[in-house]
């Protein structure tokens, strides 16, 4: 039954868009085709629409393929430890039923708890808990003695072992014997002060008294000399004993110079730079904030006056030495007169500023566009279409390379002359079109029958290049193709 509607269904929707998108134009159609795959049931097939009347053609039919089933999700359940769950899909298609088992879910036991106790000589049990079904796991706990451990530590007189005594039955186990160790010496304890040539200090072992006696470091009386620091020395302590050891220590940083005691600013000179003297007390100096040497000019005087093209020259002189500076002066401004070429079919037009001394500018270049011409976006919106002649009436017509129209789009290309564009437009005698059309549609100048010359921007290569429909010039006049390059006759 799904497969007759599904049959029934594809008849209604050909028949509709064959009704909705009949072309009452004849033209060549340009279809963009799409590819339908076939399903387990319905047969699949392409779709050819053409992009500029909407017209659409079905064709290559492929046959139904079992495989391509569509499944949807029924119902998903989960396995426990003893349920097994499932995931059921149905075919959308033909009601196919797909079933997946899920793996029984692993028993989640507790911890073990002891059951019954073990003793000292016979075996206990313990048990754990599935949290999800309640099984119950058994296992034997072998009988063991309950020990208590005590370690007596080795000393230099005897080995070292451990003691376990068991609290059920008295049992008692010694093992893990150790060696005996070295002595246990306590603090030091002076025997004898130490002076300038040492002392004597012991310790005792506390296990069997065995001594140990050593030297100590000498003590020196120092007397104290301070050396104090100066700016560029450091400052020191010397330590002298009466029985003539030495040594120098506690050492403190040099002072620094102190710029600040005598400060002066000596001025500049012509040929001398200033700068600003800082003197220590010790004689020591630093300079800072030099000044480059200052002149004493007079007034500027023109050596040479400046003319429209050429600038000047104006000098001064420092009064003190006789230094010379010299600096340009600004050209005079020109007298520029303004032409306003205008734009030919052929060249662009502009406007033109001319001096007297040979200066010229050109600025506001624009080239000719005939007004009034109709145009539309292209359906990839990558160029735009000459439609028709609008209310434009001239006999010679100039398409622009590019226009700004639909707003937000920008600046596009003119990449097409639309069929009929200017079809039976008795007016044309000649037309100017640029190197960007790509194509000129079905009878787009039939009937024009005064045309005389057509104008291509661009090479005659390019020109044959051109995709042309057909009756595209269709009792036109005797015209000719001017190219960059050359000249084709019609």
Excluded at 1 to 15: C, D, N
Excluded at 233 to 248: L, M, W
Aim: net charge negative.
């Amino acid at each position: 039954m799904k497969r007759i509607l599904s049959i029934l269904t594809i008849a209604v929707l050909l028949l509709g868009a064959i009704a909705l998108t009949a072309c009452n134009e004849e033209h060549t159609h340009t279809f963009e085709s799409t590819v339908v795959a076939p399903t387990c049931v319905d047969k699949g097939y392409t779709d050819h629409v053409c992009s500029d009347c909407g017209y659409i053609k079905r064709d290559t039919f492929t046959d139904p393929v079992a495989e391509n089933h569509k499944f949807e999700l029924v119902s998903d359940t989960e396995s426990t430890c003893t349920e097994q769950g499932a995931k059921i899909e149905t075919c959308v298609y033909c009601g196919l039923e797909n079933v997946e088992y899920h793996d029984l879910l692993e028993h989640k036991y507790g911890s073990w708890k002891i059951a019954l106790a073990p003793t000292c000589t016979e075996s206990g049990t313990e048990q754990r808990t599935c949290s999800g079904c309640g099984d119950v796991e058994e296992r034997v706990v072998d009988a063991r003695h309950d020990y208590v451990s005590v370690v007596t530590a080795p000393t230099c007189l005897a080995q070292g072992y451990t003691t376990h005594t068991c609290t059920g039955c008295g049992d008692i186990e010694i093992d893990t014997l150790t060696e005996k160790v070295d002595h246990k010496y306590g603090d030091w304890t002076v025997v004898e002060e130490a002076d300038c040539d040492g002392g004597v200090e012991k310790h005792v072992c506390v296990w069997c008294e065995a001594e140990e006696t050593r030297e100590t470091a000498p003590v020196h009386t120092y007397d104290v000399v301070s050396t104090v620091p100066t700016c560029e020395e450091q400052g020191y302590n010397t330590y002298t004993c009466a029985c003539g050891d030495t040594y120098v220590s506690d050492y403190v940083e040099a002072r620094g110079h102190d710029y600040t005691a005598i400060v002066e600013v000596i001025a500049p000179t012509c040929t001398e730079m200033g700068y600003t003297s800082h003197k220590c007390a010790c004689g020591a100096e630093e300079r800072t904030d030099y000044t480059s040497p200052v002149h004493v000019f007079g007034e500027w005087v023109v050596t040479l006056e400046p003319s429209c093209p050429n600038k000047g020259l104006e000098e001064r002189t420092c009064e003190l030495c006789g230094e010379k500076e010299e600096r340009f002066v600004d050209v005079k401004g020109h007298n520029f007169t303004v032409e306003v070429v205008p734009p030919t079919y052929d060249e662009a037009g502009y406007t033109v500023k001319t001096c007297p001394c040979g200066e010229r500018v050109v600025t506001d270049v624009v080239k000719y566009v005939t007004e009034g011409l109709e145009y539309k976006l292209s359906s990839n919106n990558l160029g735009y279409k000459v439609i028709g002649a609008g209310y434009c009436t001239d006999n010679t017509i100039v398409i622009p390379e590019a226009i700004e129209g639909v707003l937000g789009f920008g600046e596009r290309p003119v990449i097409e002359i639309r069929y009929f564009a200017f079809d039976n437009n008795e007016n044309i005698t000649c037309i100017y079109i640029p190197e960007t059309v790509e194509i000129i549609g079905e009878a787009a100048f039939e009937g024009c029958v005064n045309l005389e010359k057509i104008v291509f921007r661009g090479t005659m290569a390019q020109w044959n290049a051109i995709t042309k429909r057909t009756n595209w010039n269709n009792n036109t006049g005797n015209y000719v193709v001017v190219c960059s390059d050359g000249v084709i006759t019609k």
